[in-house]
């Protein structure tokens, strides 16, 4: 199994919801990644979690919360997104940070924000 | 700093033309090199990579050589499919860094 699992694949809310994303992996990795990407741009990090602690914020707005609750899962809470926020929010595992010659990327939600 | 530069593009191609699209970076020391490919709706996939000066990385009937004298590490392919079109993005990882510097992606297009 060489996979990430993202899910939702769309997901449409307006500024005052509260929903979650999540993505799962079973290879044993123990680093994890949310990435943000625009169209037609390249993605963006915003967080890295090494053996289910934050290890890098690349200071993404608290609106924005990840949460790691085991090994194989990674969530992103969302909270008062603003439009701008609308993008394709992908996930992605390496064996550990310094394996990103082994990084896996899930095929993303497609966020849009009324 | 760390940076990579690719080719503007949108690239258009017909079937079984050749291909190369040019990516050049900045980096302190050695770093690692990647080519990702991103098809439409889905997450980037790892096409090649090269972790040292000279390498090549090849797959799928694409390459790109690891040119340290011209800081490049060019995307080739002699033969272009339609299932090719995609967007293609050139990264690198520095030596004492723990993430990947993207370029800004170039689109390919293959025409029937």
């Known amino acids: 199994d060489t996979e990430v699992t993202q899910t939702p694949k769309h997901l449409v809310m307006g500024m005052t919801n509260k929903k979650s994303l999540k993505c799962e992996q079973h290879m044993g990795h123990r680093a994890m990644y949310w990435y943000k990407q625009k169209a037609k741009k390249p993605p963006e990090l915003m967080f890295v979690y090494s053996y289910e602690k934050l290890s890098i914020n690349e200071s993404v707005p608290s609106r924005f919360s990840p949460e790691c609750p085991n090994s194989s899962l990674l969530n992103l809470h969302l909270h008062a997104l603003q439009p701008e926020d609308s993008a394709l929010y992908l996930c992605a595992s390496s064996p550990r940070t310094e394996s990103l010659e082994k990084l896996f990327f899930g095929s993303g939600t497609q966020l849009s924000v009324l | 700093g760390n940076s990579v530069t690719q080719m503007e593009g949108p690239v258009t191609l017909s079937e079984e033309a050749f291909l190369t699209i040019n990516c050049t970076y900045t980096?302190?020391?050695?770093?690692?090199l990647f080519w990702y490919v991103q098809y439409p709706g889905e997450g980037l996939q790892l096409l090649l990579k090269?972790?040292?000066?000279?390498d090549k990385g090849s797959n799928k009937g694409f390459e790109a050589t690891y040119r340290k004298e011209t800081t490049s590490f060019h995307l080739e392919k002699g033969s272009v499919q339609v299932s090719d079109s995609a967007v293609y993005f050139c990264a690198l990882r520095a030596p004492e860094r723990r993430q990947l510097t993207f370029g800004s992606g170039t689109q390919l297009t293959v025409l029937p």
């Open positions: 090269a972790t040292k000066a000279d």
């Open positions: 980096a302190t020391g050695y770093p690692s």
